[in-house]
């Protein structure tokens, strides 16, 4: 198993993925909820820190300010992307969390698809379609991660 950041915009299906691979039996931390974040939206560091120290097999799923620099603990960072409009459209109906409701939040989720995905892209190590439907994309992470096949995925 392998330590994998699961990133990207609001909207792109993290959340999704995420509680697919929970499903599976996964050990999953989704750092949108708890008190992984301090009030200023980063991650916690020590919590973070300790999190990454005590789980060699874990799939971690956020977007905040200082992941990166927690990357070299991870041993892949995978970005979810999808078209503006399609984040737009999945934050505005979702029922799981309010961020992305408001026009306010909806033009913030805009400047961030221009000026933070094109950051998180540079340094992803591979990137997903969150089109995709989550079991497919449960599918590829669990192969990414598993040391006895090869990647790239076909």
């Given at each position: 198993?392998?330590?994998?950041?699961?990133?990207?915009?609001?909207?792109?299906?993290?959340?999704?993925?995420?509680?697919?691979?929970?499903?599976?039996g996964?050990?999953?931390?989704?750092?949108?909820?708890?008190?992984?974040?301090l009030?200023?939206?980063?991650?916690?560091?020590?919590?973070?820190?300790?999190?990454?120290?005590?789980?060699?097999?874990?799939?971690?799923?956020?977007?905040?300010?200082n992941?990166?620099?927690?990357?070299?603990?991870?041993?892949?960072?995978?970005?979810?992307?999808?078209?503006?409009?399609?984040?737009?459209e999945?934050?505005?109906?979702?029922?799981n969390?309010?961020?992305?409701?408001?026009?306010?939040?909806?033009r913030?989720?805009?400047?961030?698809?221009?000026t933070?995905?094109?950051?998180?892209?540079?340094?992803?190590?591979?990137?997903l379609?969150?089109?995709?439907?989550?079991?497919?994309?449960?599918?590829?992470?669990?192969?990414?991660?598993?040391?006895?096949?090869e990647?790239?995925?076909?």
């Amino acid at each position: 198993m392998a330590r994998v950041l699961i990133t990207g915009m609001s909207g792109t299906g993290k959340s999704t993925v995420l509680e697919t691979l929970r499903q599976r039996g996964h050990h999953v931390v989704e750092t949108d909820e708890g008190t992984w974040k301090l009030p200023d939206e980063t991650w916690d560091e020590i919590r973070i820190d300790e999190l990454l120290r005590r789980h060699a097999d874990l799939f971690v799923s956020g977007t905040v300010e200082n992941q990166g620099r927690f990357y070299d603990k991870f041993d892949d960072v995978v970005l979810l992307s999808v078209p503006l409009e399609v984040a737009l459209e999945r934050v505005k109906n979702r029922t799981n969390n309010s961020y992305g409701q408001t026009g306010e939040q909806q033009r913030k989720i805009t400047e961030y698809f221009y000026t933070v995905e094109p950051l998180l892209r540079s340094s992803a190590t591979i990137e997903l379609d969150g089109c995709a439907p989550a079991d497919d994309l449960a599918d590829v992470l669990e192969r990414l991660v598993d040391d006895d096949l090869e990647f790239p995925l076909e």
